[in-house]
């Protein structure tokens, strides 16, 4: 895909992108409005019933946000009902306001006077308040390390891959607007560089050429590359259901969150176990992937 800088980063073209087809064969990716799967699976998670409190729960989130992503997947598993307010990417005032600095994920809980941010504190609050439901349905950390060496060992291959798409899409609400994208490109290096390279001696010029030519260069080889490494992960999964054997805990909390930004890119190939877990998590916590806006 052949991408000048003018039109990717440096002019309001960037808000009208498209919608390409994702060629994903396994389902359509829309959420459905209700559900009509029956679990019969007793490795399956159920639900509890739906919580709607008189004021609402509020997430302040950034769409594409692993730690944001965390969250909104608790509340979606606890089946609470809440508000998703998506930030602008350059929103400084909003988050400042309501914490003292930018930061995402911010959750706000009326009924309790709470505003909080950092994403483990929050699910850890939501999973054992009984005004939440009830407790203690997500499973503690299992302290695995061979997930978090396969997230590290692929960190380099994603952020090339996945940091451009984000703003190139011009389609997360994060980043509707000219502002908010150059904001994350000022602040999100690309490899080689290292972040406080990125950040005091590459010029915003430079960095929007960056950004531009990792999206006009072929991406084939790493997502071959990536492919690959999904193999190996698919082999880490316990199950569809959950990734450490005994049930969903906040090692599938933390592993969907980060896996969720892998749909932004065209021609990953999911292995078929761990594609299907990829869309029942995203089901349960009604928590969409980007397959419809991979590109």
């Not at 950034?62 to 307010?85: E, Q, T």
């Not at 698919?234 to 969903?248: A, F, N, P, W």
Request: net charge negative; proline share 7%; aromatic share 8%.
């Amino acid at each position: 895909m052949k991408l000048s800088v003018s039109i990717l980063f440096a002019t309001l073209a960037l808000s009208s992108a498209f919608v390409p087809s994702t060629g994903v064969a396994s389902r359509s990716v829309a959420m459905d409005l209700v559900s009509t799967t029956e679990v019969t699976n007793p490795d399956a998670f159920t639900k509890p019933d739906r919580i709607i409190m008189e004021k609402l729960p509020t997430v302040y989130v950034y769409d594409h946000c692993p730690f944001c992503v965390r969250v909104r997947v608790a509340l979606g598993l606890k089946n609470v009902k809440h508000i998703v307010s998506f930030m602008a990417n350059d929103d400084i005032p909003t988050p400042t306001a309501l914490v003292g600095k930018k930061i995402a994920p911010i959750f706000t809980f009326p009924e309790g006077d709470i505003t909080m941010a950092e994403s483990m504190d929050i699910i850890k609050l939501i999973d054992s308040d009984e005004r939440f439901g009830p407790t203690g349905i997500l499973k503690p950390s299992s302290g695995r390390t061979d997930l978090k060496e396969w997230q590290k060992s692929v960190q380099s291959t994603l952020r090339t891959l996945q940091r451009p798409r984000y703003v190139a899409t011009g389609l997360l609400p994060e980043f509707t607007q000219l502002d908010a994208r150059h904001a994350f490109i000022k602040g999100h290096q690309l490899p080689p560089y290292d972040k406080p390279e990125w950040r005091e001696e590459l010029a915003m010029e430079e960095k929007l050429k960056i950004y531009a030519e990792s999206m006009a260069t072929d991406p084939a080889p790493m997502v071959e590359e990536l492919n690959a490494k999904l193999v190996e992960l698919d082999d880490k999964v316990y199950s569809e259901h959950y990734c450490t054997e005994g049930g969903l805990s906040l090692d599938d909390i933390d592993l969907w969150a980060r896996l969720r930004s892998i749909t932004i890119i065209k021609g990953v190939q999911w292995p078929a176990g761990l594609r299907a877990y990829m869309e029942n998590i995203s089901e349960l916590a009604d928590v969409p992937l980007y397959d419809e806006l991979a590109i």
